[in-house]
Nanobody, 129 residues
Framework: QVQLAESGGGSVQPGGSLRLACSAS?????????????IGWFRQSPGKGREGIAT????????TYVDSVKGRFSISQDIASKTIYLQMNSLHPDDSAMYYC?????????????????WGPGTQVSVSS
């Protein structure tokens, strides 16, 4: 089991920045083979499907991004505090959505296109002038 809780959402003007945080607990960051070892950030806006945007391996720190956020968003982790961050820069209105973090356990695949098991409740991001 993994418990996740997002924070840091809010309202920002186009071109602005936000940093989201995902606080994790449970079967993660324990250096155990049963740990959930892949964390992803996803977003969903009204009328659109959920979009996976970035992932990070908790062991190696290796990251993956979808094209729509490459160069603007950055995923990172603080292992000591069991927190995964999503730094979002150069925001534009299309980035407005509910943002979620999620956990997956895998020996080989950590990417936004894969299925994730545990999800947080989400944090809202609104970008408008």
């Amino acid at each position: 089991q993994v418990q996740l809780a997002e924070s840091g959402g809010g309202s920002v003007q186009p071109g602005g920045s936000l940093r989201l945080a995902c606080s994790a607990s449970g079967s993660i960051y324990r250096s155990n083979l049963n740990d959930y070892n892949c964390i992803g950030w996803f977003r969903q806006s009204p009328g659109k499907g959920r979009e996976g945007i970035a992932t990070i391996w908790t062991g190696s720190g290796g990251t993956t991004y979808v094209d729509s956020v490459k160069g603007r968003f950055s995923i990172s982790q603080d292992i000591a505090s069991k927190t995964i961050y999503l730094q979002m820069n150069s925001l534009h209105p299309d980035d407005s959505a509910m943002y979620y973090c999620a956990a997956r356990r895998s020996a080989s695949a950590c990417s936004p296109s894969k299925a994730f098991t545990f999800w947080g409740p989400g944090t809202q991001v609104s970008v408008s002038s």
